[in-house]
């Protein structure tokens, strides 16, 4: 797989790369803000095309990264291959009414599960890493960091509680 | 005044209609000029106001292409872009000059007309590219560098044109001095305005409309043309903060730019002298004069007809830069001649930018059935 990168001219950034397989992909990342897509089948000569806002553009990305993506709850694994492979995965939590009105303290996270809550978004506004006695509220947006195993514990334990 | 604020409502509805039907708006901005202007109704004339709001719009244009001239970052291929530029430059400018020529323009007006048969317009090839979803084709990134090339051509038939009847030598010397002092300053300044392209006041935005007004003024002073001065001075800028510079600069292209068409179409006169016949030649050979060099170009550099019929359908667009050039440097003839380019290209390079693929796959098709049909039956 090579990829090449090359700027152009009044249309921005192009990154494409050819994969073992000969099949090629173009993403163009144009001045206008928005993003396309280029895919292109061995042997095969028009290219069929997706544009996209950098929103979608960074959900794709999700996707592409092996992350599971339910309907509104996303998750990112980012893998340091460079410290002995380790993996850290961020989910995202929708707070359920059963633990609205609780403190992080009241849920034991960290001694139950092991996970962190590292930020929590709040009708629009983010509030990074929230204290102990923090109390969570009906549609909070939790995002919480540590292994695979840890966030599974998080969604049985936690959660459903 | 009155005149002026007409024009820009019109422009305004326009500009609306031309995204929802995803066609370019420079055509509808110059009919709508025709139509305000002398050869239509009379209700809008040009004065000293839309004059100046104009030329604003023009060195904006212009200093907008400096901006875009990186020469730092090469091509990966030099020669074929030579190759291709060069290809494009003899056959349309070619055919152009000779054209208007033998219709009875006198020399100067038959180089203006040429040189407007060459130049595409950079602003409607590139938005087409990436409407139409042609980005990933061979012959986009090649298209993409032909339009520097041609921005890169344009400089120099400036020069030219500018230099006149004076005394070449001191001139140039006066054009090399100035083009010194402006990279001086970028280079020695540029800490300085990056700070100030970093404030979120007021202070960046009036930076960049007094840099470009200021160079255009102190240009005239020095008797150098300031079209020159101020594509120079979006190279010379081009080496600190390009980005930040296009995005203070952007309101005030998109603005004066939509005046500078407008009123291009509001002095157009039909009464000038100018036959419809010989309109209507010169606007069929615009479009065929890119068949051409197209073919050419696809044959040349990717040994296939159909990517340069590619290349045709995409770069058969005349624009902003034509238009300039009549502006700056034409009679009013010459003028009449370019809008008429200028819309029926622009029309015709729409459509077929949008519907080449089908194009493209028709000829295709049709050849293999054809192929299939004359295959000699072998085998029994």
Redesign the interface.
């Known amino acids: 797989m090579a990829l090449r990168s090359l700027n152009l001219p009044g249309i921005g950034t192009k990154y494409e790369f050819e994969t073992d397989k000969g099949d090629t992909v173009a993403i163009f990342f144009t001045k206008t803000g928005t993003i396309q897509m280029y895919t292109l089948q061995k042997g095969c000569k028009t290219p069929s095309a997706a544009e996209m806002t950098p929103v979608e553009a960074r959900r794709l990305g999700n996707i592409l990264t092996g992350a599971i993506i339910d309907a509104d709850q996303e998750s990112v694994e980012i893998a340091f291959s460079a410290l002995a492979d380790l993996r850290v995965t961020i989910h995202t939590f929708y707070i359920p009414k059963t633990v609205a009105g609780k403190t992080i303290e009241d849920l034991q996270i960290r001694a139950k599960t092991g996970a962190t809550v590292i930020a929590v978004c709040r009708q629009d506004k983010n509030i990074i890493n929230p204290a102990p006695s923090f109390v969570f509220e009906d549609g909070d947006a939790a995002l919480v960091i540590g292994e695979s195993d840890q966030i599974k514990k998080f969604e049985r334990e936690i959660m459903v509680e | 005044m009155e005149g002026l604020i007409i024009a820009l409502f019109v422009c305004m509805v326009l500009a609306l209609i031309s995204k929802y039907l995803s066609i370019p708006a420079i055509p509808f901005y110059i009919l709508a000029g025709i139509v305000l202007g002398k050869a239509g109704l009379g209700i809008v004339h040009s004065d000293e106001i839309s004059q100046f709001f104009s030329e604003i719009g023009l060195l904006f244009l212009l200093f907008f292409m400096g901006l ?1 001239l ?1 020469l730092d ?1 090469m091509i ?1 291929d030099p020669s074929k872009l030579l190759t291709a530029g060069l290809i494009g430059l003899i056959v349309d400018m070619g055919i152009g000059f000779t054209a208007a020529y033998l219709l009875g323009f006198p020399l100067k007006e038959a180089f203006i007309i040429g040189t407007a048969f060459y130049i595409t317009s ?1 602003a409607i090839v ?1 938005t087409s ?2 409407e139409n ?1 042609k ?3 061979k012959e986009a ?1 090649l298209i ?2 032909m ?2 090339f041609e921005d890169l051509v344009l400089i120099i038939i400036i020069a030219l044109l500018s230099s006149g009847d004076k005394d070449l030598l001191f001139f140039f010397l006066k054009i090399v001095l100035a083009l010194g002092v402006m990279y001086a300053i970028a280079h020695y300044g540029k800490e300085f305005l990056i700070s100030i392209l970093d404030r979120d006041d007021e202070t960046p935005i009036l930076f960049t409309f007094a840099a470009v007004l200021t160079t255009a003024a102190l240009a005239i002073v020095l008797g150098i043309p300031d079209t020159m001065m101020v594509i120079a001075l979006g190279a010379a800028l081009a080496t600190t903060d390009p980005d930040a510079f296009e995005q203070h600069a952007r309101p005030f292209k998109d603005v004066f730019l939509v005046m500078f068409f407008v009123f291009f179409g509001v002095t157009i006169d039909f009464a000038s002298g100018v036959d419809l016949y010989t309109i209507a030649i010169l606007c069929i050979l615009a479009v065929l004069s890119k068949l051409i060099s197209g073919m050419l170009i696809g044959l040349t550099i990717f040994g296939s007809a159909l990517s340069g019929l590619e290349i045709w359908s995409n770069t058969i667009s005349r624009g902003e830069f034509s238009i300039a050039l009549a502006v700056l440097y034409g009679s009013p003839v010459v003028g009449t001649v370019i809008a008429a380019l200028v819309i029926v290209t622009t029309l015709v390079g729409a459509f077929m930018s949008k519907y080449s ?1 089908w194009l493209r ?1 028709g000829i ?1 098709s049709h050849s293999r059935r054809k192929a299939l049909m004359h295959r000699p039956h072998t085998g029994r």
């Open positions: 875009e990186k970052r990966a950079t590139i590219l990436i979803r980005l990933m084709m990134e993409i560098w339009e520097v693929t796959r295709v």
